[in-house]
């Protein structure tokens, strides 16, 4: 199960921001959302690329 706060990498390219194995942090649960997320996904430097809804199926918790 996926909690707010982990840490997350996307699964595959979710946008022209955010590449396949991009690390994220898990900022909401969307309980509205059929198993959703609101993830904030950053690159190397921490710097914030996007924050996304996202399914339980597009990332993976590391």
Known sequence: MINQYDIVKSLTRL?????????????????????????????????TLDVLAVTAEQIEKI
């Open 15 to 47: 946008n022209d921001k955010v590449p396949e194995d991009c690390r994220g942090v898990v900022v909401m649960v969307l309980p509205d959302f059929p198993v959703g997320y609101l993830v904030e996904f950053m690159n190397d430097k921490t710097e």
